[in-house]
């Protein structure tokens, strides 16, 4: 009964301290007799409690009792702490975001641009030049009291460094290896004209350039906002380095995938006057060509597709890929080889790579008819050959996705195996006939093998010299190689006769008398 008082006092109920005031039995004890003087002095028992204290009571309570816990106390600064620190770390980082992005400048090149080869190569050529004496010279110039003397003489160098092998052709034919350190990946520091530059080479391995098979990369260039001009300077000096080494040659181009990628090494430019061809050829094709490169705003004013298409047609060996060399090179362009037999190549992708040729090229497209020697007719206005189709080639010339800016030139020794869809103008705009070799093609190639002023003297005087070219010729058309309806000689053959012979004129008049 004790325990149910106290339960009782507890809840707040007053006046049921103990069981004989809670309970009462009517039968055993008699109500006190009524008095109303009584009645107004004295309180009234009733069975209602008392109500409740307050929330507000309460909740301070609470808290009061929180604020003597020392473990709650110590939680809470250490919260607070933290987030403190972590506004603090956020706003730290956007203001230095916030500060890099206006003092700082950063360009980035990726590995599809064709200036991330120049650049990489420029590095390298920047180390070679600056561990020179003459750049150590340059640099003790400067006073080195001076801001300028101290960055000048300052020369961070790439830690992390990757190979790059190269192969070139001596001019004995020889192949000579190089190996080129170009800087790895990761981060390097370079000093460019007393400008620091931050350089950050990145692989994406989860990026691949799907017709080479390698990951694709990126070079990010940083340095101050102020010295932005810099980088323009430095794009730039990596253009002329790589022009620099293909100055007086000319790059020949290959397919690879849906991209052109030079094949080889550069090729030393063939001089145009090399090249030996019957009279008034040459210089028709050379005006036509320079006419044409000189008139892109007439085509462009009259709507008409700014590209021109030639045929160069002939026997084999008489010099059609030759010339396309020296025109190139007389015109300071490269070619581009297309082989239409080539298999997975396909209309699309024929159509991409002639639209997409690199800037100052020739699009080569030789032996155009041996594509299409074996096609089989698989539709009413449709042929296909090894892959690409008849009408795929015709819309790749001159088709509503043909690209512009652009010169095609197709060889083929058989011109009558060629549609005449094909030879049409717009597509084909002017027919070239390389034949066999003529009787002024045969004192010119002469001329340039056996000059006189290029033989010794003691063994073959230049009356000599004379002598055996008129035997040559006489020999030639005495076998009537010069006749128009008699197979005559090629120029390839003549060339080979020449190189055997190089020494000896003598020797060329007998070998030719043999062949007779």
Known sequence: MAADSSLFSALGFKNLSSPQSTFRNSSTENPPPYSPSASNDAK??????????????STAGLFANLGDNPLFTGGLAIAALTTGFQIARKGSVRALSLIRRHMLVTVEIPSSDPSYEWFLHFLAEHQRMQALPSAAQQSAKLPIWTLSGIISRIKPAPRELAVETRTLKAASGASITDFVLVPGQGKHVINYKST????????????????TGTPFETLEVTTLYAHRSVLSELLYESQQLALQKSEGKTTVYNSWGTEWRPFGNPQRKRPLNSVILAPGVKERVVTDLREFLNSADWYRDRGIPYRRGYLLYGPPGTGKTSFVKALAGDLDYNICMVNLSERGLTDDRLNHLLSNLPERSIALLEDADAAFANRTQVAEDGYRGANVTFSGLLNALDGAASGEDRIIILTTNHPDRLDEALLRPGRVDMKIEIGYATPEVVEGMWGRFFDPSTLPAEICPPEEVSKQKKRFLDILNSGRFFDENHQGISTAELQGMFLFYKHDPHGVADAAEAIV
């Open 44 to 57: 009234v028992p009733t069975d209602r409690p008392s109500p409740p204290p307050s929330t507000n009571s």
């Open 196 to 211: 620091f530059m931050q350089i950050s080479r990145q692989r994406d391995t989860r990026r691949i350039n799907v017709p």
